[in-house]
């Protein structure tokens, strides 16, 4: 039957399992293929990922299945306006939906494992109208760019692991960020406005690692300093209004991936940085060591190249065993740096004098 144009079998369950096989590959001709509730199994890949296999494909609907796997990066058709893969088990990122870009309308993915932060920039979606990503594991942010989608009409995003501002969307589109909010995704309860200097400043930092989940489930809300893994806090140099400051991140030995993100610099009250025992990869930015509170960086034990300049005498600096060959050059006249000849200042936190120790005497 390669001359068939629309296949609808929804609304199933007693069908006898089966998957999306090669067999389908024969209905060259296929424009709608509607299969929610009908007891599939199996992955998309034979079925979705034979690029240039359904040419005229427009309509995907496979909701309440038992899918698992991950959706092919590239799709079977350019010309694919509805898919809905809601209610199954599919997992890994949902990058693939900028290859729907030309074509896509009405996009639902809720209720699945899909994971990871969303695509950079989305507004090449032009024509979507319905997206639906709630009920998985997201992080990361909302990027701004979904407010250049000027045909949406309704937006669901709650129960993810988001952080960040709400963004702003015209009133005509219908959203759930206000139960988002509520459930704990994004900075702020009252829905609109920024975060806090140092909600956004952490939130870069945690996008430079490609916002893993480890963060993002305890990085929630707008206060770094109510319970967020590896921040510590403190009154800073006196000066924090009222308010306390971040004055230590201890990130060691999490797994993180990604490059160090230039955004440390903004923490002013930042003493210690401990990023040791991950794989981080690039180089440290030079604006970190020109931070007037910082007392001690660890890197140690990634795989960082290039150099870091050391020019002052009162910052420990541990950066041996990084894989890429990163070099602490010393450029002060009194010569190189040694942990040896490290002096807390009176002012110093419980965490720095904790981290000058703990990196002193393990190194991690």
């Not at 300093?225 to 806090?233: A, K, M, P, Q, V």
């Amino acid at each position: 039957m390669p001359e068939l144009h629309y296949f609808s079998i929804s609304d199933n369950p007693r069908l006898e399992e089966w998957g999306l096989w090669s067999d389908l590959l024969s209905l060259t001709e296929l424009r709608v293929f509607n299969a929610s509730n009908a007891n599939i199994n199996g992955t998309l890949q034979v079925f979705l990922g034979n690029l240039g296999a359904f040419p005229a494909l427009a309509e995907v609907s496979l909701a309440r299945n038992r899918l698992t796997g991950v959706v092919p990066e590239k799709l079977v058709s350019q010309s694919i306006a509805k898919l809905d893969l809601s209610s199954n088990g599919l997992s890994g990122s949902i990058n693939f939906i900028n290859n729907l870009a030309s074509s896509i309308t009405d996009l639902r993915l809720d209720h699945n494992h899909f994971s990871g932060p969303f695509p950079a920039d989305l507004s090449g979606l032009y024509l979507l109208s319905v997206f639906s990503v709630a009920h998985n594991r997201l992080t990361g942010v909302v990027p701004p760019s979904l407010a250049r989608v000027w045909r949406l009409s309704w937006v669901s995003v709650s129960d993810n692991l988001l952080q960040g501002p709400v963004p702003e969307l015209p009133d005509s589109v219908k959203t759930d960020f206000a139960e988002a909010a509520v459930k704990g995704s994004f900075c702020r309860l009252d829905v609109h406005g920024p975060c806090d200097q140092e909600t956004s400043s952490l939130l870069s930092v945690a996008a430079a690692f490609h916002y893993p989940e480890i963060l993002d489930v305890s990085w929630r809300r707008d206060d770094p300093c109510n319970g967020w893994l590896g921040i510590h806090c403190g009154d800073g140099d006196g000066g924090g209004g009222g308010r306390n400051k971040v004055t230590g991140v201890n990130l060691s030995r999490l797994g993180l991936n990604g490059t160090i993100d230039p955004a440390f610099a903004s923490l002013l009250y930042l003493e210690a940085i401990i990023l040791a025992g991950n794989n981080l990869t690039g180089t440290v930015p030079a604006s970190i060591l020109q931070m007037p509170s910082l007392r001690v960086l660890d890197v140690s034990n990634n795989a960082l190249e290039g150099t870091v300049l050391s020019v002052r005498h009162d910052v420990l600096i541990l950066a041996d065993g990084n894989r890429g060959g990163l070099n602490v050059t010393a450029i002060a006249a009194s010569g190189s740096f040694s942990s040896s000849r490290f002096q807390l200042s009176e002012a110093t936190t419980p965490f720095l004098t904790f981290a000058t120790v703990f990196v002193a005497l393990f190194g991690y």
